[in-house]
């Protein structure tokens, strides 16, 4: 089977976590998310994980060679044969290219992207209201997330825009359930 490798693109509090969690369990595929990656680095006080808190603790993204090292380790794991979905990752040109490079690895190239559309003032209701307890949900960490957003997608998608079809775009403005189906079929897509 030709491995399958999916971006799920969209700003802080879309849900792509949630509906990442959801397929991979649902389909076998495997989950790389690069903040739950730092966080679990820094649950475990590795120096990655304590050099990446710096950055996390004020909004800001980690610099993208501790990023991109950090994805090419976990490339190197089994589960990641059949295929990956990536939540979170990439946040810049560099990572976009980054991860183009390493997929060659497997002889592949990233499959589909799905863009979680959002308008920026649900997003901000959505991560204000969120119980996770996570240490980056301060308000005035939110702000300064959600204002950077809009580089983040200005220096990741014409990396992508570019190629015929690739970009699905998903109303995340809906429930979750809903939103799944959209994520369901697009996925089932690809593995046909
Ligand atoms: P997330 O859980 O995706 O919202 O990520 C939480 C934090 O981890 C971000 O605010 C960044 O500080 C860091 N982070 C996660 N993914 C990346 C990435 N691809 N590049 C740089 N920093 C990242």
Redesign the pocket.
């Known amino acids: 089977m030709t491995p399958v490798f999916i971006v799920f693109f969209g700003p802080?509090g879309c849900g792509k976590?949630t509906q990442a969690k959801k397929i991979t369990e649902e389909l076998g595929l495997t989950q790389i998310?690069?903040?739950?990656?730092?966080?679990k680095h820094l649950g475990e006080k590795t120096p990655l994980g304590l050099k990446?808190q710096e950055?996390?603790s004020?909004?800001?993204?980690?610099?993208?060679d501790?990023?991109i090292s950090m994805?090419r380790e976990r490339l190197q794991e089994p589960d990641v044969a059949t295929g990956a979905i990536f939540?979170?990752?990439?946040?810049?040109g560099a990572?976009a290219q980054a991860l183009d490079d390493l997929l060659k690895e497997f002889e592949s190239d990233v499959t589909m992207v799905v863009d979680f559309a959002l308008p920026i003032e649900i997003s901000r209701e959505r991560l204000m209201g969120r119980q996770e307890g996570?240490a980056?949900d301060k308000p005035e960490?939110i702000e300064k997330?959600l204002n950077d957003h809009q580089a983040v997608e200005d220096s990741v998608m014409p990396h992508y825009r570019g190629k015929a079809d690739l970009v699905k775009e998903v109303d995340a403005e809906r429930g979750i359930d809903e939103i799944y189906e959209d994520v369901r079929a697009l996925i089932q897509s690809v593995l046909n």
């Open positions: 802080p976590g998310s690069t903040g739950d990656l730092f966080r990446a950055y996390m004020k909004g800001e993204l980690v610099p993208d501790i990023t994805v939540d979170g990752f990439p946040r810049t990572q996570r980056d960490v997330r």
